[in-house]
């Protein structure tokens, strides 16, 4: 990709050899791309909040939304333009500068994820050696978001979502956290690719199948870890109207929006390309139809992630919400001793099996 | 040059958000100068080549205990907080035995000589991966440390719930 | 390339900052983050060392330290909750009972 | 070959079982675990002299106990002849003791402790004999001695036993003191305190002499001096021997097993096997002799006109143990061994008699009031009159070829005093026959002296107490029988069987003058007896007349050559008067007192001052501590 860009560079200016210049000229790629990756996960995004509420609608024996363009697929622009030009009301008791700071925090983590993940082969914004850990560390600076915006919108309401969301964050993270480290060992790294291209070489070709408890719990800690039902307590209307945003309005509360949304969006996408195996398939499926092979990487990921979110919107439109000391139970007393012992099976395994 | 602007940079912003976390009247905004200062010696960090500990600066200062301090804060009383003094009265003596500190560290640092280098270069970190070496010397030489770790941590867990845990009504 | 003395400089001062804030903070979880400052100095001028001694011992001591951090500062907000529940105050110099 | 281990282990283990478990669990049960401890000890130890006479050696190291920097000591054990005699005689008597112990102790409310404590003095006094070296010696040796403390002061509710106690345990402490300058010396001369390595030395210090206070003294003279101390304490040799007579406030067991039979041996014991030391000084050797002869004379006399049962045989216990000590003197350490090793048996089958008389008597003691037991108590008379007649030196019996022997040895050795200590011996020979028979006669014939209701409660022992009697008395009969000199047709395989541990004393005597010795060791015991039937079966009012007669010098042995009076008024009450006046009076109440009160006083004037610094305010405090951090790294910086 970048020696793509470098060649164009090339053919227009000649060879660059002021070094200045040349870290200029790498400072606006990565920036192209940042915006490349924005602009198509906000897309992303965007059809997500459409593809929930045909899913939805199917689920409940709707048809979902038709009206704003062919089958309705220019709502999520409809939607847009509505919040973009709602009135932006700010309580008179909040505490300005983090009222104002909370979203951008929220969503601004959110989106910096996305920096880390390989679309397809080669290509990752920042292709880093700790890139699992990166997201954790991204998905544990959104709690603040949540915190900050319970807190500062000086509403009761607002407060004990903030306070739910957050003990609610840190807990799964504990479980999403260790449920991966199975993965990290059979991989034995932590940068995705290297991941998604230790699973190529796996037998299986994907990790879901040897680590099923880590996946198992993995998805489970994500719908917390995005507030999704059945365990999003911190915005359970019918208790606490909406939970931490319940003050914000228009473009801020968009952002929230955008900033779950995109969440999703990165949960799906690590579980895809860690669990199932990124951008590629199985090779026993390319040795027995080749000519899946030429089928771009990009394709199957994208497959394998609006699979997982269908799981969520799937899982949000059968369960009912859990109570909070359930909640909580699940995460400490099942997900974290499940994981755990997984942690410990795989290091077994991986010290009596040679070559696993 | 770069590296010295970068680090001339990091310093600079660092200070200046140290004080503004000792500072701030309000613990909230405070707790806020203070994550986004981890942020900073995270890139710090990131800047000597330990991205594995930059990770963990942000993941558990940052993700966990910071957190738990917002939590903390948030539990108290803010509004008596904003009224009153936030120094004590004997400040200046503290001011200046801070500055003596400061002043006879910055003595001793004028006169240290570098030890040889060790076997861990830059070029070998990179080849293994940071985690990895990091790890490989974790889980050998300092194993026993690391599960005395484990074993402090399982303390403060037990230590915290029965410190903060309500005592019942009942006796 | 940096000298090593500038992170050390760097360190000293989130260090004293922090003994600052230590010293003269009323509110004890003020306090406490002054101490979290203070660790946080020394941390620095411990990966500066480990990257320019090339020793991995150092980013170890981080390591452990950033670990018992985690554990003290569990403890420690515990102690000030309970407190807080006592005294309904958050002001050290409110609370000077163990006095001679 | 390994479990010799299980002889000083097992009571070990069994002191253990009764003193944790006794008081709650075993209660009236406690004697089982001892006595089957014991006896498994007794069975080790047989087949360890099986052994032992096969002609294997132990010597084994068995755990290091001390290392401090040369210094280095471990527990280990050393079987040889020596020890395997001394594993029999110790195994032996205690377990009969122990059975013993049943009906005598049966239903006393320490029931479990005494049994314990039984057991651990076993164990003690087995690990005394087992040592390798000097400081495991030393710790049986203690050992044994709080053991016997422990035992005296049984009825600790009664004054004089406690005091009895006390009186042996500090009486010891005199004799154990210059022991323990003896192990030192030891260590300082040799550089290790092994017996193997000291005794094979010991030959080239023999002419060796050390500075002390500005005289040259012999060395191994000092060392074996030093070592003797420890053995005139507790073999309760004269001057030191006053806490004997008293430790019988014990039960009488104790007094049998402890203070007959194995603890008091001990003494003889170290002698015997320090004799590589104690052969290379001439000067110590007659010290030994001299002392030993001394006292058996001087306590045989005291023993003649007492009215305690149990004091009669104790001093007869002393005028014996210093036969031993005559005899290792004159170099006969085998003689000396041999009458350790008949004596235990019959001595403890007479403390075992007066025991069961007492059982008799309800503890009446008094020779006066008793009299014509004979038809009440069959056995124990028997047995009592066999055991009277081994120490007789009647011959046939177990006495007489120990006795003789040492007797001959003594006439026949090169011992410059040899032929003194002789005469003292069979001295002490006739003296002994005549104050035994004596008790004898008194006791067990003529009429009943005591009430009534005494009398009408008078009854044999059960047979707990009666069959160890009678296996003593087999002893004590057929124990010399392994020691019938060539004289009379033996092998004398007891002297030959100890040769190559204590050698033996060349003798010069013809065959004449050897009957000769004997003969008249023969006659003086049995005019003794015949002395004694005379003055108190015949003519009763012979001895009361005897006393009045010469009231002064029967005063003077009766009480004791007033010995314990001399040692009051020299030590004890010089003691306490200083202990009065000057500690008490002046260091305690002037000094130390001044100091105690005067500290809490400063300091709590101090501390009013001090206390101001304790505002409550953490960071006051913190600032203190910040401030020191300051101080310190300035004055490392600035040195």
Request: aromatic share 14%.
């Amino acid at each position: 990709m970048n020696e793509i860009i470098y060649s164009f560079i090339e053919y227009f200016i000649g060879q660059v050899s002021n070094p200045w210049l040349k870290m200029g000229i790498d400072v606006f790629i990565i920036l192209i791309q940042i915006a490349a990756v924005v602009v198509v996960a906000l897309l992303h995004v965007a059809y997500a909040t459409y593809f929930e509420r045909k899913v939805m609608a199917r689920m409940q024996v709707r048809i979902g939304p038709t009206e704003v363009g062919p089958i309705g697929l220019l709502q999520p622009f409809a939607d847009g333009v509505k919040l973009f030009f709602k009135e932006d009301i700010i309580p008179a008791n909040a505490d300005k500068p983090i009222f104002y700071l909370a979203p951008v925090i929220f969503f601004a983590s959110a989106l910096t994820s996305l920096s880390v993940l390989p679309f397809f082969n080669n290509f990752a914004v920042a292709n880093i050696n700790v890139g699992l850990l990166f997201i954790f560390a991204m998905s544990s600076i959104g709690a603040y978001g949540i915190v900050m915006s319970g807190w500062s919108s000086d509403s009761k309401f607002a407060f004990l979502g903030g306070l739910r969301s957050a003990s609610q964050v840190i807990s799964y993270e504990i479980a999403m956290g260790l449920s991966l480290v199975g993965v990290m060992i059979m991989a034995g790294s932590l940068n995705l690719s290297e991941i998604v291209r230790a699973q190529h070489q796996y037998p299986t070709g994907m990790f879901a199948i040897p680590q099923f408890i880590g996946f198992f719990v993995f998805l489970i800690a994500a719908l917390a870890e995005t507030n999704r039902l059945p365990f999003d307590l911190p915005e359970a209307e019918s208790e606490l109207v909406a939970g931490y945003f319940t003050e914000y309005s228009g473009f801020r509360f968009a952002m929230f929006f955008l900033g779950e949304y995109t969440g999703m969006l990165i949960m799906s996408s690590v579980a895809a390309l860690c669990f199932l195996g990124g951008w590629t398939i199985p090779q026993f499926i390319t040795n027995a139809l080749p000519f899946l092979s030429y089928v771009p990487g990009i394709v199957w990921f994208l497959l394998k992630v609006y699979l997982i979110m269908f799981f969520y919107y799937w899982v949000r439109s059968t369960f009912p919400r859990y109570r909070y000391d359930q909640l909580m139970g699940i995460g400490w007393k099942v997900l974290i001793p499940l994981a755990l012992a997984n942690i410990v099976l795989t290091a077994f395994v991986k010290i009596l099996v040679k070559g696993l | 040059m770069l590296a010295k602007l970068f680090f001339g940079y990091y310093a600079v912003v660092i200070i200046f958000l140290s004080l503004l976390v000792i500072t701030r009247k309000n613990p909230v905004h405070s707790v806020m100068w203070m994550l986004l200062l981890f942020f900073h010696i995270a890139g710090l960090y990131l800047f000597l080549n330990a991205e594995f500990i930059a990770a963990i600066q942000v993941i558990v200062y940052a993700g966990a205990i910071l957190v738990l301090f917002l939590f903390v804060v948030l539990l108290l009383n803010l509004r008596e907080e904003l009224q009153v003094e936030r120094f004590v009265g004997s400040w200046p003596a503290g001011l200046i035995i801070a500055v003596a500190i400061f002043a006879i560290v910055v003595n001793v640092i004028r006169s240290f000589v570098l030890a040889p280098p060790g076997k861990y270069s830059i070029e070998y970190i990179k080849e293994a991966t940071h985690t990895k070496a990091l790890g490989t010397i974790l889980y050998t030489e300092y194993l026993f440390p690391f599960e005395i770790a484990s074993l402090v941590l399982l303390i403060a867990i037990i230590g915290a719930i029965v410190l903060a845990k309500r005592k019942t009504r009942s006796h | 390339m940096v000298p090593l003395n500038w992170y050390l400089m760097l360190s000293a001062a989130v260090f004293m900052i922090g003994v600052f804030g230590f010293l003269t903070r009323r509110n004890i979880i003020i306090m406490f983050m002054s101490v979290e400052l203070m660790l946080n100095g020394v941390n620095i001028s411990l990966i500066s060392f480990s990257h320019y001694l090339q020793d991995l011992r150092g980013q170890i001591l981080v390591f452990f330290i950033i670990t018992v951090a985690a554990a003290e500062a569990a403890i420690g907000l515990a102690i000030i909750i309970a407190l807080f529940r006592n005294k309904s105050t958050a002001h050290v110099d409110e609370m000077n009972e163990m006095k001679g | 070959m390994n479990n010799y281990l299980l002889i000083p282990f097992l009571p070990l283990a069994a002191f253990l079982i009764n003193i944790l478990l006794g008081r709650n669990f075993l209660k009236e049960k406690a004697h089982w675990v001892s006595i089957l401890a014991v006896a498994g000890s007794w069975v080790v130890a047989v087949m360890t002299l099986v052994d032992i006479l096969a002609g294997h050696k132990i010597n084994q190291d068995l755990y290091t106990w001390i290392v401090s920097g040369n210094f280095k000591v471990s527990v280990g054990f050393l079987i040889d002849e020596l020890t395997a005699v001394m594993l029999i005689v110790v195994t032996t008597c205690s377990t009969l003791i122990h059975i013993y112990s049943v009906g005598y102790m049966h239903g006393d409310k320490g029931y479990y402790r005494f049994f314990a404590y039984l057991s651990l003095f076993t164990f003690c006094m087995l690990m005394l004999v087992m040592a390798n070296n000097f400081l495991q010696l030393y710790f049986g040796w203690e050992g044994v001695g709080l053991c016997s403390y422990f035992l005296i002061g049984y009825y600790f509710d009664k004054k004089s036993a406690s005091d009895a106690g006390k009186k042996a345990f500090i009486v010891n402490r005199f004799g154990d003191f210059g022991f323990g300058l003896g192990i030192i010396m030891i260590f300082l001369t040799f550089g290790t305190i092994y017996y193997e390595p000291v005794f094979a030395q010991a030959g080239g210090f023999a002419n060796n002499t050390v500075n002390f206070l500005g005289y040259d003294v012999h060395l191994m003279t000092l060392i074996a001096l030093l070592l003797f101390c420890g053995s005139i304490g507790k073999s309760a040799q004269m001057p030191l021997h006053v806490w004997l007579p008293d430790a019988m406030e014990g039960p009488t067991p104790v007094s049998a097993l402890i203070h007959a039979a194995t603890m008091v041996t001990a003494g003889v014991f170290l002698v015997a096997r320090c004799s590589p030391i104690f052969s290379l000084s001439e000067t110590a050797l007659m010290v030994v002799a001299l002392t030993g002869a001394i006292t058996s004379l001087f306590a045989a006399t005291i023993g003649l006109v007492q009215n305690d049962i149990k004091r009669i045989i104790a001093y007869s216990t002393i005028s014996q143990l210093g036969y031993m000590f005559l005899a290792c003197g004159v170099g006969a350490y085998t003689a000396g061994v041999f009458h350790l090793y008949t004596h235990a048996f019959f001595k403890a089958l007479l403390f075992l008699c007066a025991g069961s008389v007492m059982h008799a008597m309800a503890g009446e003691l008094n020779l006066q009031k008793m009299g014509g037991l004979k038809k009440y108590m069959p056995v124990t008379y028997l047995t009592m009159l066999l055991a009277s007649l081994s120490i007789a030196g009647v011959p046939g019996f177990a006495g007489f070829f120990s006795k003789d022997e040492i007797l001959w040895l003594a006439y026949s050795g090169p011992s410059p005093v040899g032929k003194f200590v002789w005469l003292i011996g069979t001295i002490v020979a006739f003296l002994t026959a005549f104050y035994s028979f004596r008790l004898i006669f008194l006791t067990f014939h003529g009429k009943f002296r005591g009430t009534h209701e005494q009398e009408h409660h008078l009854h044999e022992s059960p047979k707990f107490m009666t069959i160890p009697l009678m296996l003593l008395c087999v002893g004590a009969i057929a124990s010399g029988w392994v020691g019938i000199p060539h004289l009379l047709g033996g092998g004398a395989h007891f002297t030959e069987f100890m040769k190559p541990v204590l050698g033996h004393p060349e003798g010069h005597g013809t065959h004449a003058e050897e009957w000769m010795v004997m003969a008249i060791s023969v006659i003086a015991g049995f005019s003794g007896i015949g002395l004694a039937y005379f003055m108190y079966l015949k003519r009763a009012d012979i001895p009361v007349k005897i006393a009045q007669q010469f009231s002064g010098v029967h005063r003077l042995l009766f009480n004791k050559y007033y010995v314990d009076e001399l040692y009051s008024f020299l030590i004890v009450r010089p003691a306490i008067w200083t202990a009065k006046n000057i500690l008490i009076g002046i260091t305690d109440a002037k000094i130390i007192e001044a100091i105690v009160n005067g500290v809490p006083k400063a300091i709590g004037i101090f501390s009013e001052q001090l206390r101001k610094f304790q505002t409550g305010r953490l960071q006051h405090y913190a600032s203190i501590m910040a401030l020191g951090i300051l101080i310190i790294i300035a004055l490392m910086l600035w040195r």
